[in-house]
Nanobody
């Protein structure tokens, strides 16, 4: 079955960096667009970044120029490099794939940006 497992979250000071990973299994990873979303307390889940099978990327306005999404098809893993982190980046970050109209989500990784 489809599984997405995020890792790499944690506590970081403002201005710091973190790299999230999402290990995928149960489907042909290289043939699907992969996405990162986040949800802050009391807010709706929002798209952070997406990467297509050809490597094209798009980002939410609030993270452009600071976050980078990438994928390693040999490792069935998608990454989110987060630089210049701000307190407002604090959220649970989720990996998502849509397969034949159904969304599959990971369990989420907590990212807390605080001094």
């Amino acid at each position: 079955q489809v599984q997405l497992v995020e890792s790499g979250g944690g506590l970081v000071q403002p201005g710091g960096s973190l790299r999230l990973s999402c290990a995928a299994s149960g489907f042909t990873f290289s043939t699907y667009t992969m996405n990162w979303y986040r949800q802050a307390p009391g807010k709706q889940r929002e798209l952070v970044a997406a990467i297509t099978i050809t490597g094209n990327t798009n980002y939410g306005d609030s993270v452009k120029g600071r976050f980078t999404i990438s994928r390693d098809n040999a490792k069935n893993t998608v990454y989110l490099q987060m630089n210049s982190l701000k307190p407002e980046d604090t959220a649970v970050y989720y990996c998502k794939v849509n397969i034949w109209g159904r969304d599959y989500w990971g369990q989420g990784a907590q990212v807390t940006v605080s001094s």
